[in-house]
Nanobody, 120 residues
Framework: VQLQASGGGLVQAGGSLRLSCVAS????????MGWFRQAPGREREFVAT????????LYTDSVKGRFTISRDLVKNTEYLQMNSLKPEDTAVYYC??????????????WGSGTQVTVSS
């Protein structure tokens, strides 16, 4: 599975961004997908994940109520709508596939990251 993420950028605190990630390849159809992030000097951490049929969703506590993960099964694309952004959300966001969960060791496929910067 190949993953191409987009949608990062610079936004002021309180603003919104939407990340997108397109999955392609032989095993891309209905593969579980997700997002992890890594801030400078910190370990990569789980953000959100969505099941293959789009029903199951998990979030890390710090983004609950602010971020929403969704997917378009026809387009093999997942989205991360990020609202009420905070400076501590600043990180490189990585799209993932092939795993429904929060353990980075379980992820089968990683996309290239997209930078999200939230200014105070």
């Amino acid at each position: 599975v190949q993953l191409q993420a987009s949608g990062g950028g610079l936004v002021q605190a309180g603003g919104s961004l939407r990340l997108s990630c397109v999955a392609s390849g032989r095993d891309a159809y209905r593969t579980p997908m997700g997002w992890f992030r890594q801030a400078p000097g910190r370990e990569r951490e789980f953000v959100a994940t969505i099941s293959g049929n789009g029903v199951g969703k998990l979030y890390t506590d710090s983004v609950k109520g602010r971020f929403t993960i969704s997917r378009d099964l026809v387009k093999n694309t997942e989205y991360l709508q990020m609202n009420s952004l905070k400076p501590e959300d600043t990180a490189v966001y990585y799209c993932t596939a092939g795993y429904y969960g929060s353990d980075s060791n379980g992820v089968r496929y990683w996309g290239s990251g997209t930078q999200v910067t939230v200014s105070s």
